[in-house]
C-alpha cells in the first residue's frame, strides 16, 4: 500500500518569510514517482513538480525547491521569499505507475 | 495551448437526478484519469479509461457511477440518481503516457446535490 503523509495541515506566514511544506510517503516499491500540485483559492489543480525514485537530486526553480531524501522516505518543498499569490494548499502525491495517491494537503496563508 | 478542459465548472442537481461531467484531455494524451476531492477525504482516484476502454476503475463506487471515453469526443463521468453524498470537487487529468507520467489536471466540477 502506498500511503503520503503532510502532517502539516496549515502554515501562515509574512509576506518574504519563507516557507518549508514536509511530506513523507511509504511504498515497498523501487520504482516510484513523487510529485507536488498546487491548489489555489480558484479551485485547479496545478502541477508544480515530477520525481522518480531514482533522481536524488534536488532542484530549484526560481523561488521554489525541493529535498528530495530516500533515506528518510521524505519529499519536502520549500517557497523561499512568499508572496501573497503563493496562498494555497500544497499536495504531495505518490504513483507507482498511474493511480496518484495524494496526502491530505497543507494550506499556506502568505499575509501582507 | 489548451489544457484539460472540463465542463460544465458548476453543475447543480437535486437527489435522484442525473449528472454528466465532461472532460477533454489535452491535446495528444490518450490517458484519462477521474479524482473526486471530498472535504472530508481528500482527493481520491476513480478510474482510469484509454479510448474505448476503462483500464481501472478499482476507485469507482460500485453502484450509480460510470464513466467512459468514446473514440471520438471527451470523455463522461455519469452519476445516476444523485445523492447528497455525490456532492464533492470532480477533477479529470489527462497524460502522453502511462507509467509515472505527470498528469496534468482540468479545473474540475463542482457538482452540488440538493
Known amino acids: 500500500a502506498q500511503k503520503v503523509t503532510q502532517a502539516q495541515t496549515e502554515i501562515s506566514v509574512v509576506e518574504k518569510e519563507d516557507v518549508t511544506l514536509d511530506c513523507v510517503y511509504e511504498t515497498r516499491d523501487t520504482t516510484y514517482y513523487l510529485f507536488w500540485y498546487k491548489q489555489p483559492p480558484s479551485g485547479e489543480l496545478v502541477f508544480l513538480i515530477r520525481r522518480n525514485s531514482f533522481d536524488e537530486q534536488n532542484e530549484i526553480s526560481g523561488r521554489y525547491s525541493w529535498n528530495f531524501q530516500k533515506s528518510t522516505s521524505s519529499f519536502n518543498f520549500t517557497i523561499t521569499a512568499s508572496q501573497v499569490v503563493d496562498s494555497a494548499v500544497y499536495f504531495c502525491a505518490l504513483s507507482r505507475d498511474y493511480k496518484l495517491s495524494f496526502g491530505a494537503g497543507t494550506t499556506v496563508t502568505v499575509r501582507a | 495551448n489548451a489544457g484539460v478542459m472540463q465542463n460544465p465548472r458548476h453543475l447543480v442537481r437535486r437527489r435522484g437526478q442525473e449528472a454528466r461531467l465532461r472532460c477533454s484531455p489535452m491535446k495528444g494524451h490518450s490517458h484519462v484519469y477521474w479524482y473526486r476531492q471530498l472535504p472530508e477525504e481528500g482527493l481520491k482516484f476513480m478510474v482510469y479509461?484509454?479510448?474505448?476502454?476503462?483500464?481501472?476503475e478499482s476507485g469507482m463506487p460500485k453502484e450509480r457511477f460510470s464513466a467512459e471515453f468514446p473514440k471520438e469526443g471527451p470523455s463522461i463521468l455519469r452519476i445516476q440518481q444523485v445523492v447528497r453524498g455525490d456532492s464533492a470537487a470532480y477533477f479529470c487529468?489527462?497524460?502522453?503516457?502511462?507509467?509515472?507520467?505527470?498528469?496534468?489536471f482540468g479545473p474540475g466540477t463542482r457538482l452540488l446535490v440538493l
Open positions: 479509461l484509454q479510448k474505448e476502454n476503462i483500464i481501472d
Open positions: 487529468a489527462s497524460s502522453l503516457y502511462r507509467q509515472g507520467e505527470t498528469q496534468y
